[in-house]
């Protein structure tokens, strides 16, 4: 095991800079009332490393908007052409490193990359997601704390999680033990800045643990029972704020922004299914025009239908969504709740097919 002192850490962080990387970490952010936010780091930045960030570390991969081509439309001696001017990645598309994750932070990296690349037998592949997350460098911190909104372990290795992660610090006095979990992380915990240390690891926090057997199909079974969908949403103000804090929400909306009649850029945006215009049709018709239809679907996709397409539920239980709902909405109250219903024998029956 390695070992690097609490005072070496902005040196390891340096170092990183002047080999060219971009360097994120927790952050008091004085303009958002004191907010902690991953925001770039340079040299003399204090970090965090006791306070989660409020927004999660998917914006270096998935940024809240972002370009992605321009068009012109031109005269020619041919007759008029349109000519595209790819955007490309633009931001973070170099070399990036994010300090001070969570273990539910790395985690949900690696449920984005199962959908915004490609995987066997499927052809998704985002080409600036791709190039983003090539060049990102996860260096975790181990909780050996939580507080009450955690509940990680409710879903695989908790706060023990290794997913994701390039190198894992676990606080121990003076520093951190290092552990490497790629071969990125392995050569960082082999650079001078560490030494070799018989030091054990520290025990890890221990969040609280839903008993969520059989939540999939029991998210099916009340699928039509709005009494319980509008009494689990009775306080939402259907903000969106819970998709946006959450590092496994991923919708995205694309449009264009227009310079002129016809000449524009086409942008992509964070989406988020909360909101009522997310599902709004032209016609003017909404198939989710009340809240608790919204939530319903956040639900039923998180913990539903994404798992049983993707086998992956899209949630870590990071807690952002409870810590920062302006409501007090509990998603933990909701999941037992379902996850108390008695099993419908044969199952149900209707699924949203759309997320
Ligand atoms: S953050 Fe809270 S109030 Fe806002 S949409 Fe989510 S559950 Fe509703
Ligand atoms: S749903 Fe809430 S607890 Fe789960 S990953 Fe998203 S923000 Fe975190």
Redesign the pocket.
């Known amino acids: 095991m390695r070992f690097i002192a609490s005072d070496g850490l902005p040196r390891l962080l340096e170092r990183l800079r002047e080999d060219g990387a971009e360097v994120w970490a927790p952050r008091v952010v004085r303009d958002t009332l004191n907010t902690v936010l991953f925001s770039p780091w340079s040299e003399g930045d204090e970090i965090e490393t006791g306070a989660y960030s409020t927004l999660s570390a998917k914006q270096l991969v998935l940024p809240a908007t972002e370009r992605l081509f321009a068009y012109r439309y031109r005269l020619t001696a041919e007759g008029e052409k349109i000519e595209i001017e790819a955007a490309g990645p633009g931001m973070h598309a170099g070399e990036t490193v994010v300090f001070g994750a969570r273990a539910c932070d790395a985690k ?1 990296l690696g449920v984005l990359d199962a959908l915004f690349l490609s995987t066997p037998g499927q052809s998704y592949n985002d080409p600036h997601y791709r190039t983003r997350r090539a060049g990102l460098t996860v260096i975790t911190l181990a909780c050996t704390t939580c507080d009450s909104a955690c509940f990680c372990s409710s879903f695989g290795a908790g706060p023990a999680e290794t997913a994701g992660s390039d190198l894992i610090l676990y606080p121990v006095g003076g520093g951190y033990l290092a552990e490497g979990f790629s071969d990125r992380g392995r050569e960082l915990a082999a650079l001078d800045i560490f030494e070799d240390s018989s030091q054990e690891k520290p025990a890890l926090a221990e969040t609280a643990v839903l008993e969520l057997a059989g939540l999939e199909q029991k998210l099916l079974d009340i699928f039509d029972d709005l009494d319980f969908w509008r009494g689990a949403t009775e306080q939402c103000l259907s903000c969106g704020y ?1 998709t946006y ?5 991923h919708c995205f909306n694309i449009f264009d922004e227009m310079q002129g009649d016809r000449d524009g850029e086409r942008c992509r945006s964070w989406d988020a299914c909360m909101f009522y215009t997310y599902t709004l049709e032209t016609s003017g018709h909404n198939p989710r025009p009340e809240i608790a239809h919204r939530y319903r679907n956040r639900m039923g996709h ?1 913990f539903s239908y994404y798992p049983a397409n993707q086998g992956e539920i899209l ?8 810590r920062g709902c302006p409501a007090g909405v509990d ?1 933990r109250e909701v999941l037992k709740a379902a996850a108390a219903r008695p099993a419908t024998p044969g199952g149900a029956l209707q699924q949203e097919t759309e997320s």
Do not use: D, E, S, Y
Request: with cysteine; aromatic share 0%; net charge positive.
């Open positions: 949900a819970c804090a959450c590092p496994t929400c998180k949630c870590t239980g990071c807690g952002r969504c409870i998603i």
